[in-house]
């Protein structure tokens, strides 16, 4: 569903229970009462983050406790025809990773797993930290259902676990020779691949690429080779690239 219309201006807040619970979380209430000074009768809409989206209307104005009555349902509010799943390597400047996180979250992606790569510069980071983006990040984008993030985990072992329809990996090799002898020339633009309304997972390596026997274990592993364009990108950059071009082609 696309939101349309007097209900795209107004105020999202977070409430992982609203199904059940009519209070605001402690710090969605301070933002309510202390910074935007709502008031007893104002309309907010209210997200749980597992796809539940309601209009509702602030009953009691408590910085600690603001309680709201739901009064419409909205449903499957940001939904989409497809699903992504994107496991990239967290940058050496873990900012850039943040600013993926954001932008992939207001573009559209449904989970995200950082993995560690041959080559990776950075091999922790803080969940919490990435939880409060995405949930920023979905508020501002005014989606119901949030991203899934998984724990940080090795290369191998993501892509032995991610399962979808079509699987890729990004890399900027023309040619590639592996430890066993395997060589990997052509690879087609993503955008020519993707299909509309099915289920992908793409694959984005570290600023040094991925190594070239990673690509060959991912090609045994059912991912096939994928272009983002002629231009050498930033891990960041790629990564919302290849969010921005399964979305386009599922418009």
Not at 33 to 50: F, N, P
Not at 76 to 105: S, V
């Amino acid at each position: 569903m696309l939101i349309e219309g007097s209900y795209r201006t107004m105020t999202v807040f977070y409430a992982p229970d609203a199904t059940f619970s009519n209070v605001l979380p402690e710090e969605e209430s301070q933002h309510a009462i202390k910074v935007l000074r709502l008031q007893k009768g104002d309309k907010i809409m209210v997200v749980d983050g597992k796809g539940g989206c309601f209009l509702a209307t602030i009953t009691l104005p408590e910085s600690r406790h603001c309680e709201f009555e739901i009064s419409e349902i909205l449903p499957d509010a940001g939904k989409t025809n497809y699903q992504l799943h994107i496991a990239i390597a967290p940058t050496k400047n873990i900012e850039r990773f943040e600013w993926f996180i954001e932008k992939a979250t207001e573009i559209g992606v449904h989970e995200i797993t950082p993995i560690i790569c041959r080559f990776s510069e950075r091999k922790i980071v803080k969940p919490e930290r990435l939880e409060k983006i995405i949930v920023a990040a979905s508020k501002q984008s005014i989606k119901a259902n949030f991203p899934l993030l998984h724990p940080l985990c090795s290369y191998e072992e993501a892509i032995k676990k991610i399962s979808a329809e079509q699987k890729f990996i990004a890399h900027c090799y023309d040619e590639v020779e592996t430890n066993t002898c395997i060589r990997i020339k052509e690879k087609k633009l993503l955008k020519n691949l993707v299909r509309k309304s099915s289920k992908v997972a793409i694959l984005i390596g570290p600023e040094g690429d991925f190594s070239p026997d990673e690509v060959e274990k991912a090609i045994e592993e059912g991912y096939e080779p994928v272009s983002l364009g002629s231009s050498r990108l930033r891990t960041e950059t790629a990564g919302m690239i290849a969010c921005a071009t399964v979305a386009f082609v599922n418009q």
